[in-house]
């Protein structure tokens, strides 16, 4: 199967503003910002989206999560604060079939999303 554009960002095919890496997840800057700050992490193990992630790889949750909380700190969004995103599927919005969870800060975000 074709690597979707995230594979091709994790094996350096694809430049992209890349803000934090360990070993199992990549987070960069969204080429198409929806707020001042708008990051990307994704899981460096592909899995094309939050329901399809099966019960043994269920950790990828938990590192995606703490990841995203020390990207906050390294971008001091933690005082200001942030928004976690994950778009599932077509309703929810997903374009690319790779996991990723978005961290949007840098001004108030309204509720409900759109
Ligand atoms: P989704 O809509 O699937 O939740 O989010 C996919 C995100 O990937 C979008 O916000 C889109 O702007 C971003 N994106 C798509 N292609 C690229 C790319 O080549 N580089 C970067 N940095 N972001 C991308």
Do not use: C
Not at 30 to 53: C, M
Not at 90 to 105: I, K, N, Q, S
């Amino acid at each position: 199967m074709a690597k979707t554009i995230f594979e091709r960002i994790i094996d350096r095919e694809v430049p992209a503003d890349i803000v934090y890496e360990d070993e199992h997840i990549l987070a960069f800057r969204d080429i198409s910002p929806q707020a001042p700050i708008h990051i990307l992490l994704i899981p460096k193990k592909h899995h094309a989206r939050h329901v399809a992630v099966p019960l043994e790889d269920h950790s990828v949750f938990s590192q995606l999560l703490a990841a995203a909380q020390r990207v906050s700190r390294q971008l001091q969004l933690d005082k200001t604060g942030y928004r976690l995103v994950i778009n599932n599927g077509p309703d929810g919005g997903e374009t690319v079939p790779h996991l990723h969870l978005h961290l949007l800060g840098g001004r108030h975000l309204s509720w409900p999303p759109g």
